[in-house]
């Protein structure tokens, strides 16, 4: 069985990654998606502004 400490950690180590990847996808996905026109349609200029 695995501790209450260790599962906890798993959590809180999951939850910041998450936070972390949607951040980093805030801030350049806009510039990104500029470049990506063969593909899909410009996400635009105020995408990351909130």
Avoid: C
């Avoid at 996905?29 to 502004?49: D, F, M, N, T, V």
């Amino acid at each position: 069985m695995v501790s209450t400490d260790v599962m906890t950690l798993a959590e809180i180590l999951f939850l910041l990654g998450f936070s972390l990847h949607n951040l980093e996808e805030g801030l350049w996905l806009p510039r990104w998606s500029r470049g990506a026109a063969k593909y899909h349609k410009s996400i635009g200029e105020g995408a990351s502004q909130i």
